[in-house]
């Protein structure tokens, strides 16, 4: 496959100031990350100061439940809440090598934009954190946390003011100040050579996985089940299994209210490829090709693009695309609260949605990874208004 496409999507279509950014960006990562210094400096980090591995947790009784054999891969417990800090880690230690002194990223749930702020603060680098208006007041724990990290946060007002805005105001920015500032990129989105960086730092988890369900069960599972948007927690569960053919992979979007409100995210059934933030993708898009805002009341899956590879591999019959909606949403957050002591964040609880509603494809000898992606603190207001409402 050509470096950067994965089948038709991918590429980098930027302004032409930021070919050379991103030529240095991919030129470092090449560079640097194989080298055995880069790989113990970040490997010290992700074991001493995020504190992977993170463990594999046999859930027991969510398992009776959906009638299957189910653990979680805990990245809930990475310092911070969330796998974001996995992928900051690297790019910050890319950010030093590149000689750069500032981090400039957007965040929507605020994990991301919290990892970005502990990264560089470890590092010694700057950090700008630009958010929209609407997540600013949705995610508002999580603002709290970045700014008493001392990074500055940028409110984000145009559009709808969540992440595609923020994505947006953020590539503009660094056009201003790439020189100085790496854009560190939170998800398997953007122009090459960012997902493929951010998917080779996040891979962690499934080579984890890999490892930890070999010496419990000493075979691999039948299936792992991920929520997402741009796709990172997906795919650093999935890379080391793409190429295992008999495990499954499901990943799961926001459906938002329902599969008719014109605005779901759920309608990349019915997306099509298109350019957003600098490479091709499945968008949401209408007839005219305007992006779509995508309406899900999980932050960190409100964005109106599904990154270019899990793009290539839902199209390619790799990875199964599913989806689940608001209420369903709120019921799992609840489900995993009775059953296993354990609150997930709203995005996290998508994955969950997938293993209550599909139990008839499971039987019980069947061994199910569901990737945790974060713990569920960020939503206790949003979640508490709605069983409030309802
Ligand atoms: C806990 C959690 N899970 C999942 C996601 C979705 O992001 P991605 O698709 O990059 O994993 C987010 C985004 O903020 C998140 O905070």
Redesign the pocket.
């Known amino acids: 496959m050509k470096k950067g496409k994965f089948g038709e999507y991918g590429g980098q279509y930027v302004n032409e100031i930021l070919m050379p950014i991103l030529i240095e960006l991919e030129a470092a990562f090449e560079k640097h990350y194989p080298t055995a210094e880069f790989q113990e400096k970040l490997n010290g980090l992700l074991k001493d100061y995020a504190g992977r591995p993170t463990p594999l947790y046999y859930a027991k009784n969510f398992s009776k439940l959906v009638g299957c054999k189910v653990y979680l891969k805990r990245e809930d417990l990475v310092c911070g809440g969330?796998?974001?800090l996995n992928n900051a880690l690297g790019q910050a230690l890319l950010t030093k090598e590149m000689g750069k002194t500032r981090m400039i990223t957007e965040t929507?749930?605020g994990?991301?934009g919290l990892a970005t702020a502990m990264a560089g603060n470890v590092c010694g680098l700057e950090t700008e954190v630009f958010m929209g208006v609407k997540d600013i007041k949705r995610q508002a724990s999580n603002v709290k946390r970045i700014k008493l990290l001392g990074a500055k946060v940028t409110p984000v007002d145009i559009g709808m003011g969540v992440l595609k805005d923020a994505v947006s105001d953020t590539l503009r920015k660094w056009t201003t100040c790439s020189q100085t500032t790496h854009y560190l990129m939170?998800?398997?989105v953007g122009p090459h050579p960012y997902p493929e960086i951010v998917a080779t730092f996040q891979s962690v988890i499934g080579k984890e996985i890999k490892e930890q369900i070999l010496e419990k069960e000493g075979r691999l599972p039948d299936t792992i089940v991920a929520?997402?948007?741009?796709?990172?927690?997906?795919l650093g569960a999935f890379r080391p299994f793409i190429n295992e053919k008999d495990v499954k992979l499901v990943f799961v979007e926001g459906g938002g209210e329902s599969l008719e409100a014109d605005n779901s995210a759920a309608a990349f059934k019915i997306g099509k490829p298109g350019i957003l933030h600098g490479a091709v993708m499945q968008v949401l898009q209408d007839e005219n090709g305007q992006i779509k805002p995508s309406r899900t009341r999980a932050a960190?899956?409100n964005y109106p693009g599904r990154g270019p590879e899990i793009s290539f591999l839902v199209n390619s019959g790799r990875v199964k695309a599913s989806y689940a909606f608001d209420k369903e949403v709120f019921e799992a957050v609840k489900v995993m609260c009775r059953t296993e002591g354990l609150i997930p964040?709203l995005?996290?609880a998508h994955a969950i949605v997938y293993m209550v509603n599909h139990k008839e494809e499971f039987d019980e000898n069947e061994l199910v990874v569901l990737n945790y992606?974060?713990r569920g603190d960020k939503d206790l207001e949003t979640i508490m208004r709605y069983f409030h409402e309802s």
Request: hydrophobic share 20%.
């Open positions: 969330s796998h974001k929507a749930a994990q991301h939170g998800s398997t929520c997402g948007s741009g796709g990172s927690n997906a960190g899956l964040a995005e996290t992606s974060g």
